[in-house]
T-cell receptor
Framework: ETGVTQTPRHLVMGMTNKKSLKCEQH?????MYWYKQSAKKPLELMFV???????ENNSVPSRFSPECPNSSHLFLHLHTLQPEDSALYLC??????????????FGSGTRLTVV | TQLLEQSPQFLSIQEGENLTVYCNSS?????LQWYRQEPGEGPVLLVT???GGEVKKLKRLTFQFGDARKDSSLHITAAQPGDTGLYLC???????????WGAGTKLIIKP
């Protein structure tokens, strides 16, 4: 399978739950990104991994915890979320961090609702 | 703080009409990208512009990067319902390679 695949597509979780979002790419890319997308707001960069090393943490609350076991897989572990964390969470990849001429390849996202 | 302002925020027009959407900033960008996002999907890259004054065409879509590399426009000729979506621009901050995103223009093309 080509492209960037995110699972699950939809997730409803209580504020005390623990869940994980998964992202997988088979493009041979070495940089992977987590973004949060809320209605009518610019995409918010959360985390960046370049060659499996975390290079950016954009002041994200500790209730979000990323994991990148290899260049093809990226996880976002969630615990004790707040209702304002409800959003579309997008994973993206690129050949390497900074290779903007190639753009990003995005997954379809996980629509997260915190109740 | 770098900002990218997109205008209009929302546009609804009839099939066959022409339209232009804008992406403006007071900051200079090393490059600028345009994406289209359809409901329930992630953004898909349309084009990257790098040189000030650059014009790129993708079928009925024409992208222009401002001479000073602070702004960009997307012009669609004879819009079709398949052009419906959220159009996002993102400028590259050359100092740290990060992308600065606009909030998007939601475009609806009515048959």
């Amino acid at each position: 399978e080509t492209g960037v695949t995110q699972t699950p597509r939809h997730l409803v979780m209580g504020m005390t739950n623990k869940k994980s979002l998964k992202c997988e790419q088979h493009l041979g890319h070495n940089a992977m990104y987590w973004y949060k997308q809320s209605a009518k707001k610019p995409l918010e960069l959360m985390f960046v991994y370049n060659f499996k090393e975390q290079t950016e943490n954009n002041s994200v609350p500790s209730r979000f915890s990323p994991e990148c076991p290899n260049s093809s897989h990226l996880f976002l572990h969630l615990h004790t979320l707040q209702p304002e964390d409800s959003a579309l969470y997008l994973c993206a990849s690129s050949p390497r961090q900074g290779a903007q001429e190639y753009g990003y390849t995005f997954g379809s996202g996980t629509r997260l609702t915190v109740v | 703080t770098q900002l990218l302002e997109q205008s209009p925020q929302f546009l609804s027009i009839q099939e066959g009409e022409n339209l232009t959407v804008y992406c403006n900033s007071s900051s200079v960008f090393s490059s600028l990208q345009w994406y289209r996002q359809e409901p329930g999907e992630g953004p898909v890259l349309l084009v990257t512009v790098v040189t000030g004054g650059e014009v790129k065409k993708l079928k009925r879509l024409t992208f222009q990067f401002g001479d000073a590399r602070k702004d960009s426009s997307l012009h669609i000729t004879a819009a079709q319902p398949g052009d419906t979506g959220l159009y996002l621009c993102a400028g590259e901050d050359g100092s740290n390679y990060q992308l600065i995103w606009g909030a998007g223009t939601k475009l609806i093309i009515k048959p």
